[in-house]
């Protein structure tokens, strides 16, 4: 079987060239969505939070807000991965309205059966409910696009050039075995993509995405990281300088 080390990657040419394509395809994606998605990803959030009160109940879609009175006809919360929080709601009409949620609070795991709760509706879309002072988005709400595809390209991009750069590195030089440089920034690269797909579980008690909180927790993670690749490659050269220096018996 392959040795799948990082050491082991590197001494492989096909293991060297496919995590060279891997990095450069992790850097292109977030660039790419970096450049051509986020400038726009407020539009919508913009426009929703500009909408003014519908001054009677539209017809249709409609870029208004309009608001209505619904009971909450069932309740279901789920702790299975990939799966949201939803709650049904019946307007007065007997319509029912399935909702989807990406967090409990500060509304949802307060509800019952039989409650009552005031719905937004925005072009046709159920986007937030209000009960007893406190309002909660629902999935169908436009949400920060921006700060979500500058977030991919803060967990995609560093990582990705690292991972491509080690590889050329090691590509160039394919007459000896892989340095301890070699294996510590292609170790590091690893690294900062697994801790940065990590990093957005610890801000996720925010109401909404936000990058710069989510860049302010992974730079120290990603500091130590570089730290520790570094005294990982010092110790290593330290050795080898030891059994170089040190005479044959």
């Not at 307060?110 to 999935?139: M, P």
């Not at 080690?166 to 900062?192: E, I, N, Y």
């Not at 130590?224 to 490659?233: D, G, L, Q």
Request: hydrophobic residues 45%; charged residues 20%; neutral net charge.
């Amino acid at each position: 079987m392959a040795n799948l080390s990082i050491a082991g990657i590197l001494r492989s040419v096909i293991g060297t060239v496919v995590t060279l394509l891997v990095g450069v395809g992790l850097a292109t994606l977030g660039i790419f969505f970096a450049v051509t998605q986020a400038p726009d990803g407020v539009r919508d959030l913009r426009a929703y939070e500009a909408a003014q009160r519908c001054p009677a109940a539209p017809s249709g879609p409609a870029e208004c807000r309009w608001t209505k009175e619904f009971t909450v006809s069932g309740v279901r919360l789920t702790n299975k991965r990939g799966e949201s929080d939803r709650v049904v709601l019946t307007d007065a009409d007997g319509v029912r309205w399935e909702t989807y949620y990406s967090s409990r609070v500060p509304l949802v795991d307060s509800l019952d059966e039989g409650d009552r709760v005031t719905g937004t509706i925005w072009r046709g879309r159920l986007t937030e409910i209000a009960a007893d002072g406190e309002s909660q988005r629902t999935h169908e709400a436009p949400a920060n696009l921006r700060a979500r595809f500058l977030i991919l390209a803060l967990i995609t991009v560093p990582s990705g050039l690292l991972m491509a750069a080690s590889c050329l590195w090691r590509l160039a030089r394919r007459a000896s075995d892989p340095t301890p440089g070699m294996v510590a920034t292609l170790g590091l690269s690893f690294g900062l993509f697994f801790g940065g797909l990590f990093t957005p579980l610890l801000t996720a008690g925010s109401r909404e995405e936000n990058f710069w909180l989510t860049a302010a927790v992974w730079l120290p993670i990603a500091a130590i990281m570089t730290a520790v690749a570094r005294v990982h490659v010092t110790q290593k050269r330290a050795a080898a300088d030891a059994d170089t220096a040190t005479p044959a018996s």
